[in-house]
């Protein structure tokens, strides 16, 4: 299946780390870089999306694509204010609604793919359960977000491998045994010795060695890119680091280094305000810091500057091919 | 308008900022970047960036207040240090016999001020409360003499009355230092006077005072020999004036060859003592401390070597270690010498012996004052060395005592002052045996000479097992004072229950490979082990 539409998902193990607002501010960077952008909230269940955009009461939710009021999706497609950005909100928390089942889910999915966007921006929830992963594998780039703390470090190792073996094992489907072996949703049935990738090569090479080139480029397929948010000091830099060496390390992938975003009581700001924090004040640092993220995502060099409350943007694109879109 | 200003202000930093970099490139040094993180948060928080705008102001401002100040308490700590360093110079016992060695001359007494405030006021006062009460008597004396016939008095009781009255015999010693000649002068009257007979009423003035006078007179006599010197001239003429009156001024010189020979012995003995003793008093204090007035003491006790009879050596050997305040008056002296023609006593050995007993308590005092003094020397030299410990133990690799400042410079203090007290105290005993067997001459035939250096040897040793118990008690009360590998004991359990100090609670640096393996046990189960 060809994707024809840039999706992004930024996801994260560990909740409150600043996936939907760090989501937000991309998603309008983007949109003022001039692409046609859509923000989803897949935070099912607990969306605040929509805060941060300061759209009250929105008029619909991802509740009403299950109901029957819906019966033009496009209807789900909220203005932001925002020029160039549609919001589909996640509102209309009932409790329960986090629980969809995966024929939603599929649907889901199946609309996110037939919208008419140039990037589709995926806020996920937090976990790892397959609702969120999911998600997260559907993305063309995967953003995965981290604070420097070593609860959320655990977290986000633990959401890169279990987002990388979810992806091992849908593309396996067919083949129960190897679904023993990567997925460990059902531990009675589930082979759990392999662990790392190393140890599920192994098991590969001695009981489907044939498919294991297929391991192979699936593993090296998956680079998802990596964010740190609410940086302080070079210390909390080392953290991100770490995390690269580990999956390195126990996954053999390559984490891509998207950046950072300092801590700022700007952001803070901006979300009381709610108002993206790059647009309230694209120069100051953690605007800076996103439009570096937004340039890596993009491969293109942004500049936001603010002049009498109108913000202009200067966009220079990146000859060389940067990361892998 | 304070808006507008504030703006006005942000945008002209901001073109210095963009010039800056336009020109520098600063973004791009790593210093920059390393401080990038920070300049923004603190141009993210209004706070930090009054903090930081202060402490860019204040810090160098409070660092030199700060300087300012620690140089006002440095200069007032050294006033402080220096005033400490003059009253302690003025309650040095030393200092007590040092005016008397430079007001030898020409100083007139002067030593009353800094006696008020030494512990031997008492001793004074005491000696001053006799000195009145034997003027009086004088006095007395004086007035019955006038009443008498000056020439009554036999060679004889002369003899006898200048070998065994003490105050009598300080007379030569004058002679001897200011104006030797003069004795020569006084011979003729001396051989005059020997013929005269002291009459009986002076006989019976002198026994009455007897009772009082081997108690008191030795005092007096000590002041004399202390204020000697500051007298010097007023009572070289005072004795010019008085000789021609004074029968008995030269019947020192008298030829009694067995006494000299043994005064000869007994002082040269006490001579080579005294210097023995100021050589090590000199060793283990600091070069001008000695006090020279005792060498010089000796001197001139040896030139009267020749005049002086017994009991003047005896009495006047004790009386260099004492140092008595110099409290008597010419006037005194001369009353002295009209109440020596009335004293009378035979036996000049009984009397050097009773000497020696009177002074007896007198000779606490110099003892008090060694002691203090060797105090003095031993806290100067731990001051000094305790230092050198301390690196020393710091540099032991596996001892429990390095590492560890927190203990205290007491603890420490205390092992080494004893350390140091026992193998100097062991030093000065093995120096002073050496030096007095090595000096002590065998005066087989003079037991009083022998009893007096054995019992000065004895106070020494005595003095300093009791300067040793008393500064290891003050020092540490609870610890053995012979036993200095048990004072280290006590330093030792202060190095253990310091041991909190190796406690840390910082957190484990990201880049390091125990934060990694922190990482790992946390990310994996204890039976996931077969990952590498």
Redesign the interface.
């Known amino acids: 299946m060809t994707i024809s539409v840039n999706i992004i998902a930024v996801g994260g193990g560990k909740g409150g780390i600043g996936k939907s607002v760090i989501c937000t501010n991309l998603a309008a960077g983007m949109a003022l870089s001039g692409q046609k952008v859509i923000l989803m909230d897949t935070d099912f269940g607990a969306s605040n999306l929509h805060a941060l955009l300061g759209i009250g009461n929105p008029a619909y939710g991802f509740q009403d694509f299950f109901t029957d009021k819906v019966t033009d999706p496009k209807t789900l497609l909220l203005d932001t204010g925002i020029s160039n950005l549609k919001f589909v909100s996640g509102a209309g928390d009932n409790p329960g609604s986090a629980n969809i089942d995966s024929k939603k889910i599929g649907a889901i999915v199946s609309f996110i793919k037939n919208l008419q966007a140039d990037t589709i921006l995926l806020d996920l929830g937090p976990g790892t359960n397959y609702n969120v992963i999911d998600f997260f594998n559907i993305s063309s780039q995967g953003v995965v977000l981290t604070t420097?703390e070593?609860t959320s470090?655990?977290k986000t190792?633990?959401f890169i491998r279990g987002t990388l073996f979810r992806k091992i094992s849908q593309a396996f489907q067919n083949s129960p045994d190897i679904q023993k072996m990567v997925d460990h949703s059902n531990p009675d049935n589930a082979n759990m010795?392999a662990?790392?990738t190393?140890?599920l090569r192994s098991k590969f090479q001695e009981q489907f060695p044939k498919h294991i080139d297929q391991l192979n480029t699936l593993i090296s397929s998956f680079n998802p890119g990596l964010v740190v948010n609410r940086?302080?000091?070079?210390?909390?830099l080392?953290?991100g680091?770490?995390l690269l060496?580990?999956v390195k390390?126990?996954l053999d992938v390559d984490v891509t280094y998207l950046g950072y975003i300092?801590?700022?009581?700007?952001v803070r700001d901006s979300i009381d305000e709610m108002i993206p924090f790059l647009i309230k004040d694209p120069q100051?640092?953690p605007s800076e810091n996103l439009q570096q993220i937004i340039g890596a995502l993009t491969n293109t060099d942004l500049q936001f500057v603010k002049r009498e409350g109108r913000i202009f943007v200067s966009k220079q694109v990146r000859l060389s091919s940067g990361w892998e879109a | 308008m304070i808006e507008q200003f504030l703006q006005a202000s942000i945008e002209f930093a901001k073109e210095i900022w963009f010039q800056l970099e336009y020109r520098f490139h600063l973004e791009d040094t790593e210093a920059f970047k390393l401080v990038e993180p920070y300049l923004i948060q603190i141009q993210d928080n209004p706070i930090y960036l009054l903090a930081s705008l202060a402490t860019l102001f204040l810090v160098p401002y409070t660092l030199l207040k700060v300087r300012s100040l620690s140089r006002d308490r440095e200069r007032k700590l050294d006033e402080l240090i220096e005033e400490m360093e003059e009253e302690y110079d003025e309650d040095d016992p030393r200092k007590l016999r040092r005016p008397e060695v430079d007001d030898k001359t020409d100083t007139p007494p002067t030593g009353n001020e800094e006696q008020a405030t030494s512990p031997y006021t008492k001793v004074i006062d005491e000696i001053e409360e006799i000195k009145d009460t034997e003027e009086k008597l004088e006095v007395r004396k004086v007035e019955l003499s006038k009443s008498a016939n000056d020439t009554h008095t036999t060679a004889f009781k002369q003899e006898e009355y200048d070998e065994d009255d003490p105050r009598r015999l300080r007379r030569p010693e004058v002679d001897d230092r200011t104006d030797t000649p003069k004795t020569e002068g006084t011979e003729s009257i001396v051989s005059r006077l020997t013929e005269n007979e002291m009459d009986k009423n002076l006989d019976e003035l002198t026994s009455l005072d007897e009772n009082i006078s081997p108690s008191f007179d030795d005092l007096i006599n000590g002041q004399e020999d202390i204020r000697q010197p500051q007298d010097d001239i007023e009572s070289t003429e005072l004795y010019e004036h008085l000789s021609d009156k004074d029968p008995l001024a030269n019947n020192s010189e008298l030829p009694e060859l067995n006494e000299d020979e043994q005064d000869k012995e007994i002082k040269d003995l006490q001579d080579e003592m005294e210097r023995t003793i100021n050589q090590l008093t000199q060793q283990a204090e600091e070069p001008t401390t000695s006090p020279a007035s005792i060498k010089d003491l000796s001197k001139v006790d040896v030139e009267e070597d020749a005049t002086d009879d017994n009991a003047f050596h005896e009495d006047n050997f004790f009386r260099e270690d004492v140092p008595l305040p110099d409290t008597k008056s010419p006037d005194t002296k001369n009353d002295e010498t009209l109440a020596q023609e009335e004293s009378a006593i035979s036996d000049a050995e009984v009397l050097a012996a009773e000497i020696l007993a009177t002074l007896e308590p007198e000779f606490e005092e110099p003892v008090e004052l060694d002691e203090e003094l060797e105090l003095e020397t031993e806290e100067k030299e731990e001051q000094l060395i305790i230092p050198k410990t301390r690196d020393y133990e710091s540099e032991l690799p596996d001892s429990t005592f390095d590492a560890e400042p927190e203990i205290s410079s007491d603890e420490l203090g205390f092992s080494n002052e004893s350390l140091i007290s026992e193998s100097k105290s062991m030093k000065f005993e093995e120096t002073l045996d050496s030096e007095l067997d090595k000096e002590r001459p065998p005066l087989a035939n003079d037991l009083k000479s022998l009893d007096a250096s054995d019992n000065l040897i004895d106070r020494l040793k005595f003095l300093q097992t009791r300067f040793e118990n008393r500064f290891q008690s003050t020092g540490q009360p609870m610890a053995n004072a012979s036993a200095p590998i048990e004072k280290s004991v006590p330093v030792k359990d202060y190095a253990r229950f310091t041991a909190p100090r190796s406690y840390s609670s910082e957190a484990l640096p990201p880049d390091s490979e125990k934060y990694m393996e922190l990482l790992e046990s946390f990310v994996f189960m204890k039976d996931q082990k077969k990952h590498k």
């Open positions: 420097p070593i470090i655990m190792f633990s010795e662990y790392t190393e140890l940086v302080r000091n070079r210390k909390d080392m953290a680091d770490n060496k580990l390390k126990f300092i801590e700022s009581d700007r100051s640092k």
